[in-house]
RNA sequence: UGGGCUAUGGUGUAAUGGUAGCACAAGACAUUUUGGUCGUCUUAGUCCUGGUUCGAACCCGGGUAGCCCAACCA
């Protein structure tokens, strides 16, 4: 019988993911004392994107549910690569996200004692110092289907691997000229086996350690070894680390034996799990290409409203509660599968129906005016926040003689279906009256000399003011949302389509790599939606949101949902589309 | 063609030997001062093939297909 959770809004139950039903065995069993640790492990060298948020949700949310910690740790084995820039915006991203980390550490806070345990290694008959060139190593490695060669330093003196190690992190050997590998067995059906590398020769200073070493420990001979140290039992991550697991172990043990705990070894001790990574159709994940992206200029940074980082889709109005609403729906298997953007755009429209506030804006304006209303009168009407949330309260919208309506909510021949303003055709203004065009077009539509529709006339019910006992009539037609043209502002609007033109980009690319000869931007181009940024300055909204602070939720209605953009500011207001309304 | 992993409606995911369920998508109806939300209904699935069993999506054998592994990246 599958157990089942309840979160927080208490509206759905889902079963126990595969890795969340593995931490409540272990807890039930005692593994590790009791004690549950996880660890989110970024390598600070580019942003978060949503891949990372299901990683973020299952490290800090497993952590969370089961009472365990879940600690920060930034991968910074490479300083070729990573920069102090990156650990900000990773910090503040999953903050963002509602996460909370129990200790911010560093790999590079283990530096010392991954030297110590690889100069162990070395006394120890299990490390060795190669120095062979890197196209030697490559091809003594042997291939999957054929075993490798041993090194012909695989055997030399401990003292004499001691030494040269030493020499190597001294900034007097240059790099590739010698590595430390793990002495395992060249003839590994894993290929992480064929005496994998433990440290190489950098000779680069690191941001956080300066300039004490000049050889770097590998991600192999690091991660495992930093879980251990740290404490962490429950080691998440994606499908393509499964090769890497049994070495995971394997350093694990030595590291065991290293500090004499031989006893319990097995029910002691950090372990990997692994859970199918996100791949979204529509969209391109990879940290290489998106820095492509925003090198070209393809899109303006890595916080454009397209990008699929977790700045990018915070601008464009996504929540964090409906990211992981996201998250939740697409679950953790060991399936390579690749979702759809559909159920993403669901989660989040989800999650925005209930809190995003309701605004009028008309972003293809066409002029309306109600021939029988008073010259000069003015209406504050009420306007309801939220229907979702009686709590949201109300705000007023001015109501006058001329009016702003969607240029596609009056059809001069719509037909029975068109169910919006027309010749004879009666409709509800949201919050206001109802309204009726003349039966005889000539009398309600008005053309400029190339034939388009400048001006809209109609004729409003008075006793039909929303509230009043005459606002209950029946109509045939739709209620329409509208702006005062002397009580709205002008606004930006900037709509978005996905990136892409086909559904798994990354293939497309690679492919295209491989058979034009071609790379990076060059290859991708073919495959880029040129349509995917739609700015539209012909637009009009309430005051009330043109003065809303940046990252507001809105929904557009009628349309879809909406958010402040950073840029915007109250003479210039501007909206990012998040996603439209459904239907 | 070595090793590892995977396969359930169009998509994603539940069911661990006992009624194949849920969500998204698609379509229809109803309600509606948002062609939204909420509600009802429809369409549609266990990769193939043997076996074990009273009974198999689940266990076993043999296929097929996809993904990962031969960085001094993580």
């Given amino acids: 019988m599958a157990t089942t959770i309840t979160p927080e809004n208490g509206t759905e139950k889902r079963s126990l993911n595969f890795i ?22 970024p390598e600070p060298n580019g942003y978060l994107h949503i891949g990372h948020a299901k990683a973020i949700a299952i490290d800090f949310g497993i952590a969370e549910r089961f009472g365990g910690v879940c600690n920060l740790r930034m991968d910074d084995t490479n300083p070729q690569k990573e920069d102090t820039e990156y650990v900000e915006a990773i910090k503040r991203d999953i903050e963002w996200l509602g996460f909370h980390w129990g200790n911010l550490v560093y790999a590079s806070d283990y ?67 010698m590595i430390l590998r793990a002495k395992i067995d060249m003839k590994s059906s894993n290929m992480h086996f064929r005496d994998p590398i433990m440290y190489r020769v950098l000779n680069l200073p690191h941001w956080r350690t300066g300039t004490k070493w000049n ?25 393509e680390f499964v090769p890497h697991h049994e070495l995971y172990d394997l350093f694990v043990t030595w590291m065991k034996e290293w500090k004499g705990e ?29 820095l492509i992206l925003t090198k070209e200029g393809v899109v303006k940074g890595w916080d454009d409203p397209r990008m699929p980082t977790i700045c990018g889709i915070r601008r464009r109005g996504y929540s964090p509660e409906g990211i992981i609403n996201f998250i939740d729906k697409i679950g953790y298997t060991n399936f390579d ?64 003689r001329t009016l702003w309506i969607e240029r596609e909510d009056f059809m001069e021949d719509g037909g029975k279906k068109f169910q919006r303003l027309g010749p004879g055709k009666e409709v509800r203004l949201k919050n206001a009256y109802i309204i009726k065009c003349d039966e005889d077009a000539s009398k309600c539509i008005e053309k400029d000399a190339e034939g388009n529709i400048t001006c809209i006339h109609a004729t409003y019910d008075p006793a039909s003011r929303s509230g009043m006992p005459g606002a209950d009539r029946k109509i045939k037609g739709k209620t329409l949302h509208w702006l005062s043209q002397d009580h709205c502002v002008p606004c930006e609007v900037r709509n978005y389509a996905c990136l892409w033109t086909c559904e798994n980009p990354r293939d497309a690319i690679k492919q295209y790599e491989k058979e034009n000869g071609v790379r990076g931007i060059d290859a991708m181009r073919p495959f880029l939606n040129p349509d995917s940024l739609q700015i539209n300055t012909n637009a009009y909204i309430e005051p009330y949101a043109a003065s809303l602070p940046a990252l507001s939720y809105l929904q557009f209605q009628r349309n879809g949902y909406y958010n402040v953009d950073p840029d915007s500011t109250p003479d210039h207001p501007v909206f990012n589309r998040t996603v439209g309304l459904k239907g």
């Fill in 20 to 41: 969340e039903a593995q931490v409540e065995k272990d807890l039930a069993e005692g593994k590790n004392k009791g004690r549950l640790q996880t660890r989110f492990p």
């Fill in 111 to 177: 530096f010392q004692e991954l030297w110590d345990f690889a100069e162990w290694c070395i006394l120890n008959d299990r490390a060795y110092v190669d120095e062979q060139t890197s196209e030697e190593i490559a091809k003594q490695k042997g291939t999957p289907t054929e075993p490798g060669v041993d090194s012909p330093y695989r055997n030399r003196p401990a003292e004499e691997s001691l030494r040269l190690f030493r020499e190597m992190n001294t900034g007097n050997v240059e790099p590739g000229k």
């Fill in 215 to 239: 050889a770097y420990p590998m991600y192999d001979f690091t991660h495992g070894q930093s879980d251990y140290l740290e404490g962490v039992t429950h080691s998440i991550c994606t499908l």
């Fill in 262 to 290: 031989t006893e319990h070894i097995e029910d002691c001790r950090p372990r990997q799990f692994e859970f199918n990574k996100l791949n979204l159709n529509y969209t391109l994940m990879s940290k290489r290409n998106l």
């Fill in 337 to 400: 599968a690749l979702n759809d953007v559909k159920l993403m755009e669901a989660a989040i429209r989800e999650d925005l129906n209930t809190r995003a506030q309701r605004v009028s804006a008309v972003v293809n304006p066409v002029r309306l005016v109600i021939d029988n209303y008073p010259e000069g009168q003015v209406e504050e009407l009420t306007a309801i926040n939220n229907p979702e949330n009686e709590a949201d309260g109300t705000h007023t919208i001015a109501f006058s």
